[in-house]
């Protein structure tokens, strides 16, 4: 169990609609990263989050946004949806204290674009 | 550009026997290297960092070493068992700090 969970954990949306995707987890996680993983591929890193501020980011283009919030949930924003994005949205956080390059994963969103 | 690449063939094995994984990497020189094993429609599981000062690194039946100079990290699961079936990931620490993923060696262990 890493204590991190993801809300929701199937979504359907329709080309050029916007969607929401969120990740909560234990106190004190105060790095969260997300990652796009389309079907037989590896994650691709989107982007960082440290102390609610973006702290480094992917090949992804602006409409992919995130906020990370002091109760160390965090949200991933995708504008104007593209088939392309169909995929699984993961999102990681690293331990609060001791090993900081080890991270602990949530069980993902499946995102559908039709 | 940083480049990961694992087997993109699935391994097949029987039970008992030594899976053997490859992961290969280019362009950069990473301070460490880390290996994931992914079940389908589940999030990423960490099993092992190795570091680029260490040649091997072990856990139960696990084994990974990281060669520098050839650039290549090898995963071994010793006496594998149908359990052990499932995708596994390398990744590496880019130049910005963030991880970098291969695309995964799906593992089919037949007992």
């Known amino acids: 169990e890493t204590g991190v969970t993801q809300s929701p954990t199937h979504l359907i949306k329709t080309r050029g609609q916007q969607v929401t995707l969120r990740c909560s987890s234990q106190?004190?996680?105060?790095?969260v990263s997300w990652y796009q993983q389309a079907l037989g591929q590896g994650p691709q890193f989107i982007f960082q989050y440290y102390r609610e501020e973006e702290n480094g980011r992917g090949n992804f283009p602006p409409r992919f946004s995130g906020l990370q919030f002091p109760n160390y949930s965090s949200e991933l924003n995708v504008n104007a949806l593209e088939l392309d994005d169909s995929a699984l949205y993961l999102c990681?956080?690293?331990?609060?204290?001791?090993?900081?390059?080890?991270?602990?994963f949530g069980p993902g969103t499946r995102l559908l674009v039709l | 550009s940083q480049k990961i690449e694992q087997n993109s063939e699935a391994l097949n094995i029987q039970e008992g026997k030594t899976a053997t994984l490859t992961c290969n990497y280019t362009n950069y020189s990473p301070a460490y290297l880390q290996w994931y094993r992914q079940d389908p429609g589940r999030g990423p599981v960490f099993l092992l960092l190795i570091r680029e000062n260490e040649k091997e690194k072990r856990k139960e039946r696990l084994k990974v070493t990281f060669d520098t100079t050839l650039k290549q990290s090898l995963f071994h699961i010793t006496a594998s068992q149908p359990a052990d079936s499932a995708t596994y990931l390398c990744a590496l620490e880019s130049n910005t700090g963030k991880l970098i993923f291969g695309q995964g060696t799906t593992l089919q262990v037949k007992p």
């Open positions: 990681a956080v690293y331990p609060a204290s001791g090993d900081q390059e080890t991270q602990y």
């Open positions: 106190s004190g996680h105060n790095t």
